[in-house]
């Protein structure tokens, strides 16, 4: 395994719609070593998911994982590690709700995005297995995330209020609190 080069906003190919995998190319070497490759930079990064494009890859294929200690987003549920191959997802109701977001490709910044809380996601897993499964609040958020940077959308397409984009060190210092409030009834009342 090795780490591999993260893009940042502005390089063209977190802008590209990222194309189906097939089952062969699933198999292959290149591509079982691109999975093991994100999750390495995805940890080592301590992200809480990594899509293909953000290594250069337009494959649909992303990874989430969220460690308990993620010192990233200490208030999210954990989540095992998943790999997704082209999945596809779908919002379960209307419910929606603001979620401070930040992402390896953005570096320095956080802000407010509209997700949906309770998402449909269907995926194939690296042996070619196929999953449904619902997933609601914090982490239905990720999943969208990563789905939308395998469609070349970025969190920042998606921020309603430009006033809510913030340094780090100043979410850290001015929201973090409040957010951290509202993630915690997020969770007490919708779950992960
Ligand atoms: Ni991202």
Same mark, same amino acid.
């Given at each position: 395994?090795? @780490?591999?080069?993260?893009?940042?906003?502005?390089?063209?190919?977190?802008?590209? @719609?990222? /194309?189906?995998?097939?089952?062969?190319?699933?198999?292959?070497?290149?591509?079982?070593?691109?999975?093991?490759?994100?999750?390495?930079?995805?940890?080592?990064?301590? #992200?809480?998911?990594?899509?293909?494009?953000?290594?250069?890859?337009?494959?649909?294929?992303?990874?989430?994982?969220?460690?308990?200690d993620n010192?990233?987003?200490?208030?999210?549920?954990?989540?095992?590690?998943?790999?997704?191959?082209?999945?596809?997802?779908?919002?379960?109701?209307?419910?929606?709700?603001?979620?401070?977001? #930040?992402?390896?490709?953005?570096?320095?910044? /956080?802000?407010?995005?509209?997700?949906?809380?309770?998402? /449909?996601? @269907?995926? *194939?897993?690296?042996? #070619?297995?196929?999953?449904?499964?619902?997933? @609601?609040?914090?982490?239905? #958020?990720?999943?969208?995330?990563?789905?939308?940077?395998?469609?070349?959308?970025?969190?920042?397409?998606?921020?309603?209020?430009?006033? *809510?984009?913030? *340094?780090?060190?100043?979410?850290?210092?001015?929201? /973090?609190?409040?957010?951290?409030?509202?993630?915690?009834?997020i969770v007490?009342?919708?779950?992960?």
């Open positions: 395994m090795s @780490r591999r080069e993260i893009v940042e906003v502005g390089h063209p190919v977190l802008r590209e @719609r990222a /194309r189906e995998v097939t089952p062969d190319e699933l198999r292959s070497d290149s591509v079982q070593r691109l999975i093991d490759d994100m999750v390495e930079t995805m940890r080592a990064a301590n #992200g809480a998911g990594l899509a293909a494009n953000q290594v250069g890859e337009t494959l649909r294929v992303a990874v989430v994982e969220v460690r308990p010192p990233r987003y200490p208030y999210k549920p954990a989540v095992p590690l998943t790999v997704i191959v082209n999945p596809v997802i779908e919002p379960l109701d209307e419910e929606v709700e603001l979620i401070n977001e #930040g992402c390896l490709s953005v570096p320095n910044l /956080r802000g407010e995005v509209p997700r949906h809380m309770s998402v /449909r996601l @269907r995926y *194939t897993d690296r042996e #070619g297995e196929e999953h449904e499964e619902v997933r @609601r609040g914090l982490t239905a #958020g990720t999943f969208q995330h990563e789905l939308d940077h395998l469609d070349g959308k970025l969190f920042l397409d998606r921020v309603a209020d430009p006033a *809510t984009l913030t *340094t780090w060190d100043q979410f850290e210092r001015f929201h /973090r609190d409040d957010f951290e409030e509202r993630a915690r009834r007490e009342r919708v779950g992960s």
